[in-house]
């Protein structure tokens, strides 16, 4: 408790330094904005630290995904293996991303990626790796050399298709 205190208290110091300047600084006709401001910034950094630090927020969302998940199994809908397929299409949309985010860093080119395979199997070593990547676009070595070194592509399994 106390070190919401101090988090608060120092950062309404910090507030009340800020309105002073503002107050001597800014001119009369845009003073009511500048209050409506400062109060909405006060009341966040009041109400901030004391979310952060509760626990209340996270109980309700585990608790609400337990209803669902309660919900699931007495339907008959929830499976182990539609959980297995979705942490693994997740997975398949996040490495995607990152794929084209690291090209696009490193030679400045946007790629789109229409489709990536990776070994699925959870007991394997090789689970998550990416065995194959189809981009749509012209060929490009330099996509070709970042994708293969970076995420252990074989190069004869990054294919190129044509736009449409």
């Known amino acids: 408790m106390q070190e919401i205190l101090n988090e608060i208290s120092l950062s309404l110091f910090y507030i009340v330094i800020i309105a002073i300047l503002i107050e ?10 500048i209050d409506v401001f400062l109060g909405l910034t006060v009341s966040m950094v009041l109400v901030a630290p004391i979310i952060e630090k509760t626990d209340y927020l996270k109980f309700e969302f585990e608790k609400s995904l337990q209803r669902i998940e309660n919900e699931f199994n007495q339907q008959g809908v929830y499976s182990s293996e539609i959980y297995r397929q979705a942490l693994i299409q997740e997975y398949k949309s996040r490495l995607k991303d990152d794929i084209e985010d690291n090209v696009k860093d490193k030679c400045g080119k946007e790629i789109h990626i229409v489709e990536i ?6 007991d394997s070593p090789d689970f998550g790796k990416a065995y194959e990547v189809i981009i749509e676009g012209e060929y490009d070595n330099k996509v070709v050399e970042i994708i293969s070194n970076k995420y252990r592509v074989r190069k004869d399994k990054i294919y190129f298709q044509k736009l449409r």
């Open 117 to 122: 395979n990776i070994y699925e199997n959870m």
């Open 24 to 33: 001597n600084l800014v001119n009369e006709k845009y003073k009511k904005y």
